[in-house]
């Protein structure tokens, strides 16, 4: 249907949208006839990722920004894939991006990793967990999850 059209957001509003062109149409009239849609593409403005892997792998990821003088800075959402226990996954990417022209924004746990504490998690109760079992298990997933 030429005469219908979705009007989405011309900028991306979520990392789900990354690398995705948008564009706006620009549509003329003539005597209150459609005469034209023109698609002009948005340029964009804030550079987005997602990096994906266990830390090894988003080290490797990091690299292409080593060496590259970028502004604005690329925000990174980077999802952890790695059954290890990372406390201290936080420090360890922020160490990782300090010197690189990047923000990171959210750093979680995969959603299959994510599922997989919560399945084991659900197999006990509080009962059989000391208090301290409990306050570092909720703390590792705050900061991870």
Same mark, same amino acid.
């Given at each position: &249907? ?5 009007? !989405? ?9 990354? !690398? ?6 620009? @549509?003329?009239?003539?005597? !209150? ?6 698609? *002009?593409?948005?340029?964009? =403005?804030?550079? &987005? +990722? ?5 830390? +090894?792998?988003? =080290?490797?990821? *990091?690299?292409?920004? #080593? ?6 800075? %690329? ?6 894939? =790695? ?11 922020? +160490? ?5 022209? @990047?923000? @990171?924004?959210? %750093? ?10 919560? +399945? ?5 109760? *509080? ?6 079992? %409990?306050?570092?298990?909720? *703390?590792?997933? !705050? #900061?991870?999850?």
């Amino acid at each position: &249907m030429e005469h219908v059209r979705y009007c !989405g957001s011309p900028i991306p509003l979520s990392f789900d949208e990354c !690398g995705k062109s948008k564009y706006v149409h620009l @549509v003329t009239f003539s005597n !209150g006839k459609l005469e034209s849609v023109e698609n *002009l593409n948005v340029p964009v =403005t804030q550079p &987005m +990722a997602v990096l994906k892997g266990d830390l +090894a792998s988003i =080290t490797e990821q *990091l690299e292409q920004w #080593r060496d590259v003088s970028q502004e604005p800075p %690329v925000w990174l959402d980077i999802e952890i894939t =790695t059954d290890e226990y990372l406390h201290d996954i936080q420090r360890k990417i922020q +160490a990782l991006t300090e010197s690189l022209p @990047v923000e @990171v924004l959210l %750093v979680r746990r995969s959603r299959e990793q994510r599922e997989r504490v919560l +399945a084991s998690q659900q197999r006990e109760t *509080l009962s059989e967990l000391s208090v301290e079992e %409990v306050f570092n298990r909720r *703390l590792a997933l !705050g #900061r991870t999850g």
